[in-house]
């Protein structure tokens, strides 16, 4: 078995006595060295999963290990970008990365944390609050970046930056993780900007994994299928499918050869994530190797 960055088993969060959990019966593992999705609709628990992951609250059920730790244990190896990106509004850009670097003795890396600041042609000189959202979110990942973690937490990094900061960002980000061996775990809603950088797929609803595991295996579970709407889909698990006039699309997990009268295709990642935002009831799929029911 490869090494886990991430695992969890019966992994519960709750605020309050109140309400739902936020996460609930979570079991699912991440391995070294994957660039892992995390996605799901509002409130899903993505933000709550990547914060008790970088350590800044305990469940309360079940356990999350962090590369074979507890998240408080290994903070120093891990980079941890939150939504709201908090920095020092006074710094400079300069001095944020100077206290970078001084909270992260004999791990800091100037070249890449000065480099991603660079690309974005930010003024070493400039009051991080005079900057824009994009423009700190850039900083916030250089100081993630420079501190050469061994696992990237980043809860929707790029939601801010226009598309063309977003597209060189996470070509950065991808070379400079995969060049290290860096795990990444990242949540966006933004699926296309996924498609082609990840490898493991945790998708979360209402607080519960409803698919996890390697992505091209997660891919391959699934056919796109289109035929006549009378047809029947027996014995298929249909994950979700929309009748037009006649016709029947449908996203499926076969359970053996399709009836010739199907047409299919793989599905791409936003195909399959957009099916199962709109069928949140649809079975659970747990391609990795945990036992642990989630469902
Ligand atoms: N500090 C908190 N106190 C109380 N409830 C919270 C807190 N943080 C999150 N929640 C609740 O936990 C649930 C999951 O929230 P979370 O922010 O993890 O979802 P999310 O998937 O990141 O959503 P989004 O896509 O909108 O960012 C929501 O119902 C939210 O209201």
Redesign the pocket.
Known sequence: MTETAIEAAGLGMR??RRG?P?LDGCAFRIPAGAVCAVV??????????LSLAAGLARPTAGTLTVLGRSPAEVRARVGYVA?DKPLHLQLTVAETLRWGRELNPGRWDDEVAERIVAEGELDPEAKIRTLSGGQRTRVALALALGKRPELLLL??PMADLDPLARHQLMASLMADAAGHGTTVVM?S?VVAELEGSCDHLLL?GA?RVRLAGPLDDVLAAHRLVTGRADASLEPHTVVESRTTGRSLTALVRPEGPLDAGWQDTAPTLEELVLAHLGAPQAPALLLDDVREAAV
């Open positions: 605020f309050g739902k936020a799901g609709p509002n409130g899903a628990g993505k933000s709550t999963l939504q809860d929707e949540s809603h979360l607080g």
